[in-house]
């Protein structure tokens, strides 16, 4: 699977942005996309998961309530809705994508090494 980011940008704390994950096709049941973020000297993280099969997501507290993460209509496409954004928001955002996975597993703590499938990277510079 392949996996291409985009919406990336630079924003003054307080603004908005939209991230797009395309992937190169829809891996069917038992799929799982999401979002990691990488801050400068920090390790990579998980920010919000979704589950295409069941369209169910999640979001990790510390974005409750400002992030919103959903699934396209085809089912190959993610999205990151970001809203007062603030200046610890800022890093590279990666696209994520692993086969084979529980929709438990795909909602609960996720690692980098969950996932074999990555994106390029798009970047968000909040200041």
């Known amino acids: 699977v392949q996996l291409v980011e985009s919406g990336g940008g630079s924003v003054e704390a307080g603004g908005a942005l939209r991230l797009s994950c395309v992937a190169s096709?829809?891996?069917?049941?038992?799929?799982?996309m999401a979002w990691f973020r990488q801050a400068p000297g920090k390790e990579r993280e998980v920010v919000a998961s979704?589950?295409?099969?069941?369209?169910?997501?999640r979001v990790v507290d510390a974005a409750k309530g400002r992030f919103a993460v959903s699934v396209g209509r085809a089912r190959n496409r993610l999205f990151l809705e970001m809203n007062f954004l603030k200046a610890d928001d800022t890093g590279t955002y990666y696209c994520a994508a692993a086969r084979g996975m529980s929709e438990f597993s795909c909602l609960g703590r996720l690692q980098p090494r969950d996932f074999p499938n990555w994106g390029q990277g798009t970047q968000v510079t909040v200041s």
């Open positions: 979704a589950y295409p099969g069941t369209t169910r997501s």
């Open positions: 096709e829809y891996a069917g049941a038992h799929y799982c």
